[in-house]
C-alpha cells in the first residue's frame, strides 16, 4: 500500500486557515503596495492582492502567500515559531536604546574665520573670544560623559570653527586619557582644514583622532557656498585633506556636504570631486532650516520637490558608476537600506524613533548649556531653547536626562505611536525628529501631511524599493551597501 496521498489531491484548493501578523501597507505606485512587517521587513505586492489577504482568502499554493509567510506576516500551522522569531527582531532593532548616550558632541567654540551664508549654527567672527568654551565647563562637561551607559563613545568636537580652540580640545583629550574610565572613546575633530597644520596633525596621530570636513563639489561651487578671507576655501580643504593622509593614514579623514540651490545643477560635478579626492562615498545632505540658512533665506532657495530631483539624478549617476565597476556608495541611501535589510539600527540620529535626541547625541555647548542634538543647539541660536536640558556646572546626570524637555518630547514624537506615522508602511525606516518639527510647526509631531521631512523620507524609501524592484542589479548593489554600512 503506497504512503503517499495520490497525485490529485497535491492539486486540489484547500481554505486557508492562517493568522495575520501586525503589518502595514503603503502605495508605491498606482499598481503597487510595500508592507512592512514589524521588524522593519518589507515585501512589494500588486494591490489587488492585499485585500484577499487580509480577508483569509490567500491560498497556501499561491506564491505570495509562500513570501509572506517566509517574511513573517502571517503564521499557519507551518510556522507557529514566527511571532517568536518578529520578537527577536524587534528586541535587535531596539537593543542600542539601552546602550545611551553614544555621541557627545563638544562645541569648543562659535568663532569662525568663514562667512557662509547658510550656516546652521550661526558662527560669530574669530575674534569674539567669549564664544569658546571654558576650561570649567569642559571638565563638567567630562564628568557627565563618563556618566553614560554606553561602554563605546564618540566625542566629537565641533565649531564654528573647532580648530581655533585647539588648546582646550588638547586639555579634554588629555583630561580623558587621564581619567582611565574603561571606556572605549573614539575621538573626532569637525573643521573646514583651513587652520591645520603639523602640529596639530601630530596630536591627532598621537591620540587617534579622526578628521571630518566639509567639501561641497568642485572648486567654483565650494567657494561660492563658503566664503572666507582669501577666497581659498577649496584650496585649503583639499590641500588639508591631502595633509591629513599624509599623517594619519588615507582613511582617517571623511567629508560631508550640503546641498545649496547653486549645487542643483551640479551633482555629476559634485560625485566627480568626491571621486577625484579618493573619496568612496557622499552623503547628499540637504539644508535644514536652521542659523544663517533661515535668516539669508538660503533653506528656502529650493523646495523638496527640487531637492527630491537632484537626490535621484545624482544617485542614478552614483549606480551607474558602479555599473561602470567604479564603487562608489551614496550614505543616506546605505543608512536606510541598512534599516531595510538588518535588524540593526545604524543610530543616525534623524532616523531614529524614538527620536535620536538624548538618546544617541548629546552637545555640550561653547556657553556652558546642554541641548538635546546638535539641531537643538542651531535652534538654540535662533532664540528657541525647548531642547536645552540642562547648564553645566550646575546641573547633574540625572537632572538633564531627565528633563522634561528631553523626555516630553521623546514620549510625544515617538512615531510608533504618532499619527499617520503608526499606519506609515514606512515607519521602521524613518524618524520622529521633533526638533525639525517643533522648529517649523512648534509641535513636537508637526502635520504630517505638511511636513518636508515626512514628504522627503517617504519619497526618498519609495525610489529606494522602486528600482531594486525594477533592476537586479541595483538590488545586489544596494544590498552590499546595507551590509558593509
Known amino acids: ?98 546602550d545611551f548616550t553614544g555621541l557627545h558632541i563638544f562645541v569648543v567654540s562659535l568663532r569662525c574665520e568663514h562667512s ?9 567672527s574669530e575674534d569674539k573670544g567669549k564664544f569658546d568654551m571654558s576650561a570649567a565647563d569642559a571638565l563638567a562637561a567630562i564628568d557627565l560623559v563618563l556618566q553614560a551607559p554606553a561602554t563605546n563613545l564618540k566625542v566629537e568636537f565641533q565649531g ?19 581619567r582611565q574610565s574603561g571606556k572605549n572613546i573614539a575621538y573626532v575633530i569637525a573643521t573646514n582644514l583651513a587652520l591645520i597644520d603639523e602640529a596639530i596633525l601630530n596630536f591627532c596621530r598621537e591620540h587617534k583622532i579622526l578628521i571630518s570636513t566639509s567639501l561641497d563639489g568642485p572648486r567654483e561651487l565650494h567657494n561660492k557656498n563658503r566664503p572666507r578671507p582669501g577666497k581659498d576655501s577649496y584650496e585649503r580643504a583639499v590641500a588639508g585633506i591631502h595633509l591629513v593622509r599624509e599623517h594619519l593614514g588615507r582613511d582617517q579623514v571623511s567629508a560631508l556636504m550640503t546641498t545649496t540651490e547653486s549645487s542643483l545643477a551640479f551633482g555629476k560635478e559634485i560625485v566627480d570631486e568626491y571621486l577625484a579626492q579618493g573619496f568612496s562615498g557622499i552623503f547628499l545632505r540637504p539644508l535644514s532650516p536652521y542659523g544663517f540658512a533661515i535668516k539669508t533665506r538660503s533653506y528656502l532657495a529650493y523646495n523638496t520637490d527640487r531637492w527630491l530631483d537632484f537626490y535621484r539624478k545624482t544617485l542614478d549617476y552614483i549606480v551607474d558608476l558602479n555599473r ?62 525647548k531642547f536645552k536640558i540642562g547648564q553645566l556646572n ?26 499617520m506615522c ?40 519609495q525610489y529606494l524599493i522602486g528600482k531594486m524592484e525594477e533592476d537586479r542589479f541595483v538590488k545586489r548593489l544596494f544590498l552590499s551597501w546595507a551590509r558593509h554600512s
Open 1 to 98: 500500500m503506497s504512503k503517499f496521498q495520490p497525485i490529485e489531491f497535491y492539486g486540489k484548493k484547500r481554505p486557508s486557515t492562517y493568522q495575520l501578523l501586525p503589518f502595514r501597507f503603503s502605495e508605491l505606485d498606482e499598481n503597487r503596495y510595500v508592507l512592512t512587517n514589524l521588524s522593519g521587513e518589507y515585501l512589494v505586492a500588486p494591490k489587488s492582492t492585499v485585500k484577499p489577504f487580509v480577508e483569509h482568502q490567500l491560498d497556501a499554493s499561491d506564491p505570495l502567500y509562500k513570501e509572506l509567510r517566509a517574511r513573517h506576516f502571517l503564521v499557519d500551522d507551518k510556522t507557529n515559531i514566527a511571532p517568536d522569531l518578529l520578537a527577536i527582531k524587534v528586541r535587535t532593532r531596539y537593543e542600542r536604546l539601552s
Open 116 to 124: 557662509c551664508p547658510y550656516c546652521q549654527v550661526s558662527r560669530q
Open 160 to 178: 564654528g570653527e573647532s580648530l581655533l580652540n585647539f588648546e582646550l580640545i588638547k586639555f579634554i583629550v588629555n583630561e580623558f586619557k587621564a
Open 324 to 385: 561602470e565597476g567604479i564603487p562608489f556608495r551614496e550614505q543616506y541611501a546605505a543608512t536606510i537600506l541598512t534599516k531595510m535589510f538588518t535588524s540593526t539600527d545604524p543610530g543616525y540620529v534623524d532616523l531614529m524613533s524614538p527620536a535620536g535626541i538624548g538618546i544617541g547625541a548629546v552637545v555640550y555647548n561653547y556657553d556652558g548649556a546642554v541641548y538635546a542634538s546638535d539641531e537643538a543647539r542651531m535652534l538654540a541660536e535662533m532664540g528657541e531653547t
Open 394 to 419: 550646575r546641573d547633574s546626570y540625572k537632572d538633564i536626562f531627565l528633563s522634561p524637555n528631553l523626555l516630553d518630547p521623546l514620549d510625544d514624537s515617538f512615531a510608533f505611536s504618532a499619527p
Open 422 to 461: 503608526n499606519d506609515c508602511a514606512f515607519e521602521p525606516y524613518c524618524g520622529a525628529d521633533p526638533v525639525f518639527h517643533f522648529g517649523i510647526y512648534k509641535d513636537y509631531v508637526g502635520r504630517k501631511p505638511e511636513s518636508e521631512f515626512c514628504r522627503r523620507n517617504m519619497a526618498t524609501f
